[in-house]
């Protein structure tokens, strides 16, 4: 075996760097914040079988974003249910990632929750992305988002065509999700790639659960204040602090300065 792959093998001992969890990239990019409903598109099709106050997911008809929902806000005749409006919905997972600016989607029907319509059409040409948005690191959150890297500003410059997914090899990509857990209770399914981090930890926790490498998800509990934890994790689902005396402790939020992820 070659030096280069005897070295490999060894166990990493040091970090090469310790960042707050508070200063990581955050879950989505490139996600999006606002729709336009182009009313004016004579080649549009406003669709059949929707009902207002409810998300629909898209499909991106433009380039290679995926994973929004939108939420129609108005329909022209509710018997027939043809989309007039919509909105982004609240859920923090149905902001997606990977889109454009002027990206056209696909408002795709399915029955509603409360069983209004039982057949229906898709709604195409119509919903526009006018606006994107990044968001802060938040319980859940991999370490290291696919594409996070790209800086928002910046997002005109990048190809339309460009995915981040397709540079790195398929097997390699980890798949993973924090079930809901409290502070994060968004159940978002996230996609990341190893190696993970191994965590510091400031302030003495009660629980402390986190992703492992393999995916799998691991609770640690009653941890001391000055701990390092010699892991490889790729996110923290949940932190929560253990009273010490009469000093309370921080706020899931305040808790992100507390952690370091050491790379």
């Known amino acids: 075996m070659s030096v280069i792959g005897t070295t490999l093998k060894q166990p990493r001992v040091f970090a090469h760097d310790a960042v707050a969890l508070v200063d990581l990239p955050g879950c989505i990019w490139r996600g999006v ?3 336009d409903f182009q009313t004016g598109n004579p080649d549009g099709n406003p669709g059949e079988g929707f009902v207002a106050g409810e998300c629909y997911q898209t499909y991106n008809e433009t380039s ?11 329909v022209g005749d509710p018997a027939v249910g043809d ?24 408002v795709i029907w ?15 040409g119509l919903v526009q992305v006018d606006s994107l948005s990044a968001n802060p690191w938040d319980y859940g959150c991999p370490f290291s988002p696919i594409g996070s890297r790209f800086d928002i500003d910046g997002s005109e410059d990048i190809p339309k065509e460009y995915n981040p997914l397709k540079a790195f090899r398929q097997k390699d990509i980890i798949k993973y999700s924090c079930g809901g857990e409290e502070p994060f209770s968004a ?4 996609e990341t790639w190893g190696p993970g981090a191994a965590l510091y930890i ?22 001391p204040s000055g701990s390092f934890l010699p892991i490889s994790c ?30």
């Open 33 to 35: 914040k606002g729709y």
């Open 187 to 190: 159940e978002c399914n996230w």
């Open 110 to 124: 399915e029955p509603d929750s409360g069983g209004t319509f039982t057949s229906g059409s898709d709604c195409t």
């Open 83 to 106: 989309i007039t409006s919509v909105d982004i919905c609240e859920d923090f997972c149905a902001q997606g990632g990977s889109y454009n600016e002027g990206d056209i989607l696909t």
């Open 202 to 223: 400031g302030f003495a926790l009660e629980r402390l659960v986190v992703i492992m490498e393999s995916g799998n998800k691991a609770v640690y509990h009653n941890l």
């Open 64 to 74: 290679n974003g995926a994973g929004a929902y939108v939420l129609v806000t108005g």
């Open 234 to 263: 790729l996110t923290v689902c949940e932190a929560k602090g253990a009273e010490i005396g009469e000093v309370e402790p921080p706020d899931p939020e305040a808790m992100k300065d507390y952690i370091l992820a050491l790379f």
